[in-house]
């Protein structure tokens, strides 16, 4: 093995040991949970910051913090850490997990993931998924659910929100709604009936924030399912802020229409998340791999602008 090879492939006792003080956040702790003495731990890390060449923590006074390439390479070596678990327990138990439990969202699952799900089942004959319906945050310990499409902000407890992609919304009606309530500039719409998504309270008035108004609105109905709003706007019972590629179908068709032309980008985003406290299984694994380059490719090809 030549030096630079040698130098980029650290041992995996280090690698563990750093990843043990990134994650509790002292050398105390992080001896602790791998039943070493303060002392070793830290000339591991010593030795995997010589090897490296950087600086992984910042030593203070009052403690430690990772350096902003700590944070880099601590994120990297705790996903390749539980990776080399996982496949040593399905190598060693010669049963590798083969059915995943997903949650997801109605609306997002039925017109965005269901479309695509063929290609990850082409892939992975091997793998079964059972999808369930959540809306909101639930208990990982008392759900038989591996992980769940999140929309929102990266604050689930106890879990780990990865990225999917964002979402741009737009304020949409039917048509003889519109005609029945001409909307000239984005003030008249604060005389009307405003439907509301329950998962998303201040869409309203963040989407009235971007152009200068206050959203001192007309209170309208509200619901848990994208589907009954769309429905409700169809409906005309009022106008609803909606993500745009979640209603293409209904855009095209002319069943809703764009009741002012004012597109945003939405401050809550779509996330996969998985307990932090479960070893995920190599089918997870694969999984969630498939699920962000289908979302990176979705927003490359500009999917969640409508168009």
């Not at 039917?174 to 329950?198: G, Y």
């Not at 005309?236 to 909606?242: C, I, K, Q, S, T």
């Not at 809703?256 to 809550?268: E, G, H, M, T, Y």
């Amino acid at each position: 093995m030549d030096p630079l090879t040698r130098r980029l492939l650290p041992s995996t006792t280090a690698l563990v040991a750093f990843d043990a003080v990134a994650r509790l956040g002292s050398f105390s702790a992080g001896a602790k949970s791998l039943n070493l003495t303060q002392g070793a731990l830290s000339r591991q890390i010593a030795l995997l910051e010589q090897q490296l060449g950087v600086t992984l923590f910042e030593r203070t006074n009052r403690g430690i913090a990772l350096t902003e390439r700590g944070k880099t390479y601590a994120a990297g070596v705790a996903d390749i850490i539980q990776r080399i678990r996982t496949l040593s327990l399905e190598t060693l138990s010669g049963s590798p997990a083969k059915s995943i439990g997903i949650a997801v969202l109605p609306t997002m699952g039925t017109r965005w993931l269901l479309p695509r799900i063929s290609d990850f089942v082409g892939k992975n004959p091997d793998i079964i998924i059972n999808f369930a319906t959540r809306i909101g945050h639930f208990d990982f310990r008392t759900e038989q659910l591996d992980a769940a499409i999140h929309i929102g902000a990266p604050d689930w407890p106890g879990a780990e929100c990865n990225f999917l992609m964002g979402e741009t919304v737009a304020p949409v009606c039917s048509p003889a709604f519109l005609a029945k309530h001409p909307i000239e500039e984005p003030s008249a719409l604060l005389k009307l009936p405003l439907l509301e998504m329950a998962s998303r309270p201040g869409a309203w008035r963040y989407w009235f924030s971007t152009l200068g108004l206050e959203a001192n609105h007309r209170g309208g109905m509200r619901f848990e399912q994208f589907i009954s709003v769309a429905q409700a706007c169809i409906e005309g019972l009022g106008v609803a802020l909606m993500p745009t590629f979640l209603i293409a179908s209904e855009l095209e068709s002319g069943q809703l229409v764009q009741a002012f032309d004012w597109r945003v980008k939405s401050p809550s985003s779509y996330y996969l998340v998985t307990p932090r406290d479960r070893e995920r299984s190599l089918s997870l694994i694969r999984f969630s791999d498939w699920l962000i380059a289908q979302a990176n490719a979705f927003d490359a090809e500009g999917g969640d602008s409508g168009g």
